[in-house]
DNA sequence: AAGATAGTCTATCAGTTCAATAGACTTACG
DNA sequence: CGTAAGTCTATTGAACTGATAGACTATCTT
């Protein structure tokens, strides 16, 4: 049930890309200075915004001046996307995810215990981050910051 | 976010050994009536089931007419502790782990914006998973197999 | 046009994990 | 004693992971 370094790594950039610059808006940034604010390998990093990228989350610019900045607004960017993107489905077990759904093999699927379990698993992965959006992290990160929750 | 073969095979062998027997007690089974049934590869079942037993969730007697047992009424064994012992800790990343917390370097843990979702993911996977018995899955199976859902 | 900056693309690598297999050993029963 | 079962440790091959390397392309500035 792991995040990879990959999924993190991707995760914590999208979010830095969606934290406003001076302007108010979500800024065009280089992958050097992403990589050394959230302390990445700038050359994995690379890649993992490159597949972002080519999924359609993020738009890029080559040349000075250049770098990569969201593709929509952070409010229409979902956990779950980068996620999937960089990860691959979210379901625990093939048989029951819906993007890339393949039988296992169990005599009768509708009466297969593991997959019943399985399946509220992976609902409830895909409903938290479907359902969670780069805006709504960093809302909740201010949140935090305000009112400190004692240690 | 995936459910290892170790892990589904110890599942499915764990719910396998509570159903009941003739007696209407969970029974006494080999290794080798649960690998053919469950078609599962039988040597590496049996290190699966070794690694449950020595966990405690498990009871075993050697020689003629032996085999495994649950150790415990299938009430009392959650799915959550099975999975533990064969895949490690549910948390996707180690920094929100209750079983195996680590660092995961950010500057403030507190305002980590990605500690703070996988931290809901956490505990929406252990939640179901530990709130979820062998007994539980059981009698799911019952019901759907009653009344079926139409395909 | 030259040179610098920044992303693009593909390959490779060492290390680990995963799934499975092998085989020798131990305990219990009859 | 012999057979049926679990126990234990090692090994294997394939895949995956995290990371690194380097050559290439586009864009801007001067």
Redo the contacts between chains.
């Keep these: 049930?792991?995040?990879s370094k990959r999924g993190?790594y991707g995760?914590?950039a999208m979010?830095a890309l969606a934290t406003p610059g001076p302007d108010g808006r979500p800024p065009v940034v280089q992958i050097r200075d992403i990589a050394e604010r959230e302390?990445i390998p700038a050359k994995f990093l690379e890649q993992i915004l490159l597949s972002l990228k080519n999924a359609g989350l993020l738009h890029s610019k080559m040349g000075v001046g250049g770098g990569y900045h969201l593709a929509k607004p952070p409010t229409e960017i979902s956990?779950g996307q980068i996620?999937r993107i960089l990860?691959g489905?979210?379901?625990?077990?093939k048989c029951v995810s819906q993007m890339a759904y393949e039988p296992c093999?169990c005599p009768n699927e509708?009466?297969?215990?593991?997959r019943?379990?399985?399946g509220?698993?992976r609902n409830?992965?895909a409903n938290?981050?479907d359902g969670?959006s780069l805006a709504d992290?960093?809302r909740?990160?201010r949140k935090?910051?305000k009112f400190?929750?004692s240690?």
Tied chains: 1, 2.
């Excluded at 509708?110 to 593991?114: F, K, P």
């Design positions: 049930m792991r995040l993190e995760l914590r979010m302390q956990l996620v990860d489905p979210l379901a625990p077990v093999g509708e009466t297969c215990g593991l019943l379990v399985m509220d698993v409830a992965i938290l981050l969670t992290v960093a909740r990160v935090v910051d400190p929750v240690k």
